[in-house]
């Protein structure tokens, strides 16, 4: 009786051993794994844009920065007009930094960039203003969950509106989600969810 006591628990030993030496010789000859993050929507950094300039660039050359993303239109919509003024104010004061602010407009047409540029001038350089062809802009509003929707008004010198939602996007630099914020969230309570997500350095 007294030598099953002392038996077992010294092949429970043993085999516990045997298999950590194996297990270890293996892991030290081949190293650990690195599992490589792939981009959920890796077309999407390819996509070609305008902007202000009328220069064609890519998302993936604006991924240096944090970005607030908003899609809208500035023809008919006050509150449109509502977030890009928060946008504005955000620039001017040059705050949060190492913070893009990214208007995508839903309506290239009529969201003319000399209406943007007195928006977002010299003294606002940190805002860029996008606009996508069609198909990409499809595919950008999906990506974010925008639901827009054109009707026409045949009875309107504005001959069609444009039905969105309104919400901002705060991204990491290569444009994933970090949260989404209604426009009539306070300034301050915005630079606050922007700041402690830069904190944790995604």
Known sequence: MG???????LSVFLIASLSAYFYTGKVQKDGPTVVEEVHPLPELLKL?????????????SLNEDYKLIY??????????????LKMQRMALQNFPKQLSLIFISLDPTR??????????GQSAKNVEV??????????????YGVHFQVSNLPNSLLNYTIDHNTWYFLTTPDYRILGSYPIQIADERLEK?????????H
């Open 71 to 84: 899609f809208g239109q500035l023809s008919a919509s006050d509150l449109d007009w509502e977030a890009v």
């Open 3 to 9: 030598k099953n006591r002392i038996i077992l628990p």
């Open 111 to 120: 969201d003319t960039k000399a209406k943007l540029q007195k928006l977002f």
């Open 130 to 143: 996008l606009y996508p062809r069609e198909n990409d802009l499809l595919y950008l509003t999906k990506a």
């Open 48 to 60: 070609r844009v305008q902007n202000l300039k009328a220069e064609s660039i890519t998302l993936e």
């Open 193 to 201: 969810e922007i700041i402690a997500h830069m904190k944790q350095k």
